[in-house]
């Protein structure tokens, strides 16, 4: 799996909301997400022009420990 190396904050916001993740409060320029899909979730998303990969990675790790898939899987179902 190769991560966009242009997706913004926000873009990733508009690509969690599929997964049932919804903006519950931003501070500054963090963003913070709930998902009430398989338990409650909470993950922050810098709201910045470009997110860096490890930062995106991280990310996409702990939503896909959420729901059990693998971080490929992931990608492909957001994508």
Known sequence: MKLPRN???HDLVKLLKPLGYETTR??????RLTTQENGEHHITVPN????RVGTLASIF???ADHFKISRDDLFKKLM
Do not use: A, D, K, P
Not at 26 to 31: E, K, L, V, W, Y
Not at 48 to 51: D, G, V, Y
């Open 48 to 51: 910045h022009e470009s997110l």
């Open 61 to 63: 790790g702990e939503v």
């Open 26 to 31: 931003q501070t500054g320029s963090h963003i």
């Open 7 to 9: 997706l913004s904050g």
